[in-house]
């Protein structure tokens, strides 16, 4: 986890942002898939791990064993790396102080998504934006917490304090639930990532925005926005919940 400048968690200006590479906004979520039980409809911060390329054979009648073993991964080397690069990220996850997730990246990529909306007339995302840059700021000095306090290693008068940090940290998914879901689809509760209605695999940012966006309807707007708004609330809050 990096270091950055700590900030007042409430802060509305933010600092320069850390330069460190952000993985989370190099794979956006690919939301139909296994994990949108967990992330969807529960709020649980998950992850996919493979390999892919041209051989246009998913979901086929030549989606077998014979293709995979013949064409796509002869002695099953992509497989095994994959198994590989999941147990070393288990590994990570399971023996690091602090939970290796930077959700100061996701804040910064929720500002940049509601940054490239165009709102039905008479609606904006002011309120949502200014709550995100709130998120963001939290969750910044959430991660220079943690870093000051793995400096040198955790004592055991630290502990409770790095229990505290890793708590923050795992609930800001769970915040960005709501129990209503979005208008649209109900069981779905993120309000940052869902499938689109006609999208297939591909994500919907901002989902109940974006509904509302393609149909012009600002009553539909505002009241997906006051969702969000509530999420990113709960989500800057959960934040500084760790921070001492």
């Known amino acids: 986890m990096p270091g950055t400048t700590r900030i ?16 989370y906004r190099e794979a956006r979520p690919l939301l139909a898939s296994d994990y949108t039980a967990l992330l969807q409809h529960v709020g649980v ?26 064409i796509i991964d002869p002695c099953y080397a992509s497989a095994t ?40 007339a008479g609606t904006d995302v002011d309120e949502a934006s200014r709550l995100t840059r709130r998120w963001l700021a939290a969750t910044l000095a959430l991660e220079a917490a943690a870093t000051d306090l793995v400096a040198g290693g955790v004592t055991q008068q630290e502990q409770p304090a790095v229990d505290r940090v890793n708590a923050a940290i795992l609930a800001q998914e769970e915040a960005l639930t709501r129990p209503e879901g979005i208008p649209s689809r109900p069981w779905f509760k993120h309000q940052i990532w869902a499938p689109g209605l006609t999208t297939g695999y591909a994500a919907e940012p901002v989902p109940a925005l974006a509904e509302a966006v393609a149909a012009d309807d600002a009553a539909a707007f505002e009241a997906a926005a006051a969702g969000l708004e509530a999420s990113l609330r709960a989500a800057a809050a959960a934040a500084r919940q760790g921070i001492g």
């Open 81 to 120: 790396a994959a198994a590989e690069i999941s147990g070393l990220l288990a590994l990570r996850l399971a023996n690091n102080e602090v939970v290796p997730m930077r959700y100061s990246d996701y804040a910064a990529d929720t500002l940049d998504l509601l940054a490239g909306l165009t709102p039905p």
């Open 8 to 23: 007042p968690a409430d802060a509305d200006s933010l600092p320069t942002l850390p330069t460190a590479p952000i993985a």
């Open 45 to 70: 911060a998950s992850t996919d791990v493979g390999f892919t390329g041209d051989w246009g054979l998913y979901h086929s009648a030549y989606d077998n064993a014979d293709s995979i073993e013949q």
